[in-house]
């Protein structure tokens, strides 16, 4: 039954564990600090952590380059700090999500490094896409893929004895080489991966850029408009093979194990055939956020999520951030607030003022849709993208491998504030040595500390949209019935007894009816622009 799936209606808060909090001091996040937060956690109201990668990894894609998927890094702690966070947490109703990086592993992984020194023609080099380069002396690349992180997707290695050898396949950067999905060991080694996070309580999995890992074996260029299933790198139809294979696993421990895919493909059909009972559960849906703060545009993001999602029986997921993309507050602060995913920009004008207030209905409209909800750490502060970082201090790849003209994802990594005062606002105690991302001046002002003296801040609004989340049976199961009287500038629905309305327009719009929850003091009865309201619907 849908009572025993929590993730189908669960509120999912994303850590980034090198920016969350650090306890040793060291200007990295690590375990303890996430630890010692575990009650900040649970006042959110959130069912589940999501960690982004913690494993062993030179830190060359912010942990998305693994060396040792059974470790814990030394930055962050030890295996034991891990176990103990999943049994302190689990202590406090909340369930771990480890995040899984299949597609792809450091170029420090041993695999690769006896892949390196094995040479061509080895079998050590099967588990990964090494291929001779074209022409007289195999100096151009194998195909013209293009990379994510703005590049080309070979890099040349070196023989043993010093000549120009074969290359590798990258679909990110150059310390990412891409594993051979067709190798049994690559599947049978993240069979075992998997089991050996499941067999240590963690309730579920993030699968890393879920949509690539098969690759056409003939390298054929990418055509101008792959049909479906007709890309050589992505969305390959022989994926399904492996997720399936995967969800038995999950399926064979007596809290199934949850498999969240990162299936970042445009066309609904497709993205929703990774949605099944025998595959993944549930899988981001990055479409609200890549859309502006229109009413038009986001009610037809919602219609064409549940209308998709609706035929495969799949739950739909609300994601507003990430740790890829532009701050909320930042984002909707700006005249144009589509979506950047790649092109962040230094210094595009931005009303603070008005993406908060903007982010702020957005929470309380999100919230309230069929489905489960995802907080990436530092929106519930209203934290700003750090859109003026030191050039030197980002350590993003993309800020390099764009020659420094893309500022990179690092702008929503920087550390929490916790405390109003203190060297790095609470991220480490006093003295600690500074964080790995330095911190705006103004920070104190949004801190944790700051902020849970001030009933009308962010922090504020979002435990209180999680309480009444949690208080409102109609939200998890009732559907979503659109009201048809609003004006196209409003978003205004009702899902069982919880009437919401959005109003993304000039005019007030008037609300009748008992306010459960609002995203600004002034949220009716005559509700102003870029406000949000929960209202009790009375027979
Ligand atoms: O991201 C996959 C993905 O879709 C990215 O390539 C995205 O296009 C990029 O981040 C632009 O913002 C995942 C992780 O979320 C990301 O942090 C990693 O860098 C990437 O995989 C490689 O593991």
């Known amino acids: 039954s849908h009572a025993s799936e929590w993730w189908r209606h669960a509120v999912i808060y994303q850590v980034y564990p090198r920016s969350f909090a650090d306890a040793d001091g060291d200007g990295t996040g690590d375990l303890a600090g996430v630890r010692s937060r575990l009650p900040y956690l649970a006042s959110l109201g959130i069912d589940a952590i999501w960690f982004t990668p913690w494993y062993v990894s ?85 195909t013209n893929w293009v990379s994510d992180f703005q590049g080309t997707t070979w890099t040349r290695t070196t023989n043993p004895d010093g000549t120009p050898g074969e290359w590798y396949l990258h679909l990110f950067s150059p ?95 497709r993205f929703t055939r990774f949605l099944r009972p025998d595959e993944m559960h549930t899988a981001f849906n990055f479409d609200f956020m890549a859309r502006p703060w229109d009413a038009e545009q986001l009610r037809e993001s919602i219609r064409a999520t549940l209308a998709s999602h609706a035929p495969v029986a799949a739950t739909p997921t609300w ?91 690092d702008g929503c990594r920087v550390p929490l504030p916790w405390t109003r005062g203190g060297s790095s606002f609470g991220f480490g105690a006093d003295g600690a040595a500074a964080p790995w991302l330095p911190q705006p001046a103004g920070w104190g002002e949004l801190s944790v500390e700051a902020q849970e003296q001030d009933p009308a801040s962010m922090l504020a609004l979002y435990r209180a949209v999680t309480a009444r989340r949690r208080a409102e049976a109609s939200l998890a199961d009732a559907p979503l019935v659109w009201r048809e009287d609003a004006g196209s500038d409003v978003l205004a629905f009702t899902r069982g007894d919880v009437a919401v309305i959005a109003n993304l327009g000039e005019q007030p719009v008037a609300v009748t009816g008992e306010i459960l929850l609002a995203s600004a003091p002034d949220g009716g009865p005559a509700l102003p622009r870029d406000t949000a309201v929960w209202v009790r619907v009375t027979p």
């Open 319 to 409: 994601v507003l951030s990430n740790h890829d993309v532009t701050r909320p507050v930042t984002r909707y602060g700006r005249e144009d607030s589509s979506f950047a995913f790649t092109k962040k920009r230094f210094g595009t004008p931005t009303d603070l003022d008005l993406g908060t207030r903007r982010a702020r209905a957005a929470a309380v409209l999100v919230a309230a849709l069929p489905g489960a909800m995802y907080v990436y750490e530092g929106d519930e502060l209203g934290l700003p993208e750090v859109e003026d970082l030191p050039r030197e201090a980002i350590q993003d790849p993309m800020h390099f491998r764009s020659e420094g003209v893309d500022p990179g994802r």
């Open 58 to 142: 030179p830190l060359a894609d912010g942990g998305y380059d693994v060396a040792d998927y059974r470790a814990i890094d030394p930055q962050f702690g030890t295996l034991a700090d891990a176990e103990q966070l999943i049994r302190e947490a689990l202590d406090l109703g909340i369930r771990t999500i480890v995040d899984v990086v299949p597609n792809h592993v450091s170029a420090q992984h041993r695999w690769f490094q006896e892949a390196l020194a094995a040479g061509p023609g080895s079998p050590e080099r099967e588990r990964f896409w090494f291929h001779p380069g074209k022409g007289p002396d195999g100096d151009e690349m194998p």
């Open 175 to 269: 310390e990412q080489p891409d594993l051979n999905w067709d190798h049994p060991d690559v599947r049978r080694e993240h069979e075992e991966i998997l089991r050996f996070w499941f067999d240590r309580g963690a309730a579920g999995i993030r699968i890393d850029s879920a949509a690539l890992l098969v690759k056409d074996r003939t390298l054929p260029e990418v055509p101008a408009e792959p049909g479906p299933g007709g890309h050589p790198h992505a969305d390959r139809d022989e994926l399904h093979d492996i997720y399936r294979a995967w969800r038995a696993i999950a399926d064979e421990y007596p809290e199934p194990r949850v498999l969240i895919g990162e299936v970042w493909l445009p066309d609904v059909e």
